[in-house]
Each structure stands twice: as structure tokens, then as C-alpha cells.
């Protein structure tokens, strides 16, 4: 039990386009969903906080024109990269966190965004 | 402010011979630690966490309050446990901050 998905796993676009990544809780209910960014051999970073039916919370520096992120049901969050450009080249990993007392997060395995 | 730190970030060792992974972390309130392991190819998962003191593929960690760490150890390291290895602090809304990460490599 407990598993997170990414879709897609790698995508490729061009500079100033927009890429859309879903994070979706398959056999749980998520109320709070998290967005992290990993850049090569580096650590993850959280990037924000997303709450079911409520507005993101984003970290400092992190900023929020850029990184839509909408979490619509209790099974699906999704992280909008907009108008790409190559610095947001990164792995994108996302977790999710059960509706429950346990303060436990399961990860997703990650997108690889490349943008030229 | 919090902080995790993870001194080393590549730890070789010899197959059966221990293992200890350093973390410190500095956090004002009363923090909630975890280990978090990531094999070749897969994804993060949780290996420990301090509050269910429990054993997990025979790695340990205490939470020492006094010195501020909670490292990991492993009195035989075996070459499944070559990974990447995460220490993250919980804050009370849980946000995970993760320390820099410790690539082990056990040799055979």
C-alpha cells in the first residue's frame, strides 16, 4: 500500500513552453501533497505545500507565478512549470502525506524535466 | 532557523564491518527525525523514524537530544545497503528538511 505515481516520468520541451506534472495517491487519500526539486547530486528542496481544496504554500524563493500547483482532489496534486526555461531543468519529485495522525510522507519516483 | 547536516557525503565500507551515518540537526521546537534511504533507480522511502525506535534491516538510530543528532548505524554492512541515505527533520506542519544526503558503498 501507499503509493505515490508521477506522470510523466521525463519530459523534454522547448524554452518558454509550459509542462504540466501530476502527482496522484494511488491507494490513499492525500490531504497534503508536497513538491520537492532535486538538482543533480544535490539534496531535495522542498519547494511547497499543497492542500487539498486550498491554496499552495511555497517556500522562500520559490515562486508561485512560476510553479502552479493545484491539488483538486484528495488523489491528485499537479505542478505546472510555466514558461519553461532551462534553468528549471531538475528532477521533480512530489510525496504525499495520509490524512492521518502519522506524520509520514511517501515519495513518488520523480520527473525529469529538460527544457531546451 | 533549521538545519540538517550530514558531514559525509560518500561513507565506503567493507562488507560486515559497521557502518554509522553522522547527522545533526538544530530546530527550536521538538523535532521529528527520520531516515530516508534511496536505492539505484528507485524512488525515496522511509527507512527509520526516531519516535518507533525500531530496527529496520538492522540499522539503529537513537535521537540524542543533548548533542543534537540522530545517526544511523549498522553493525555489518551488507552490499544491499549500498545506497544514498537522507536524514530529514519534520517540522510541526511536516515539511521535511533533508541534510545533504551520504552516498555508503559496501564492498565486497
Known amino acids: 500500500g501507499a503509493v505515490v505515481s508521477q506522470h510523466p516520468s521525463r519530459v523534454i520541451c522547448k524554452s518558454g513552453t509550459s509542462v504540466k506534472i501530476e502527482c496522484r495517491s494511488l491507494d490513499f487519500q492525500a490531504t497534503t501533497m508536497f513538491w520537492y526539486r532535486q538538482f543533480p547530486k544535490q539534496s531535495l528542496m522542498l519547494m511547497a505545500t499543497?492542500?487539498?481544496?486550498?491554496?499552495?504554500?511555497?517556500e522562500q524563493g520559490v515562486e508561485k507565478d512560476k510553479f502552479l500547483i493545484n491539488h483538486a482532489s484528495l488523489t491528485l496534486s499537479t505542478l505546472t512549470v510555466t514558461s519553461a526555461h532551462p534553468e528549471d531543468s531538475s528532477f521533480y519529485i512530489c510525496?504525499?502525506?495520509?490524512?492521518?495522525?502519522?506524520?509520514?510522507?511517501?515519495f513518488g519516483p520523480g520527473t525529469r524535466l529538460t527544457v531546451l | 532557523a533549521q538545519r540538517v547536516t550530514q558531514p559525509e557525503k560518500l561513507l565506503s565500507v567493507f562488507k560486515g564491518a559497521p557502518v554509522e551515518l553522522k547527522c545533526n540537526y538544530s530546530?527550536?521546537?521538538?523535532?521529528?527525525l527520520f531516515w530516508y534511504v534511496q536505492y539505484s533507480r528507485q524512488r525515496l522511502q522511509l527507512l527509520l523514524r526516531?519516535?518507533s525506535r525500531e530496527s529496520i534491516k538492522g540499522f539503529t538510530a537513537d535521537l540524542n537530544k543533548g548533542e543534537t543528532s540522530f545517526h544511523l548505524k549498522k553493525p555489518f554492512a551488507q552490499e544491499e545497503d549500498s545506497a544514498m541515505y537522507y536524514c530529514?527533520?519534520?517540522?510541526?506542519?511536516?515539511?521535511?528538511?533533508f541534510g545533504a544526503g551520504t552516498q555508503v558503498v559496501v564492498t565486497p
Open positions: 499543497s492542500n487539498e481544496g486550498s491554496k499552495a504554500t511555497y
Open positions: 510525496s504525499a502525506k495520509p490524512g492521518s495522525l502519522v506524520n509520514e510522507q511517501f
Open positions: 530529514a527533520l519534520s517540522d510541526s506542519w511536516g515539511k521535511l528538511q
Open positions: 526516531h519516535i
Open positions: 530546530y527550536s521546537g521538538s523535532p521529528e
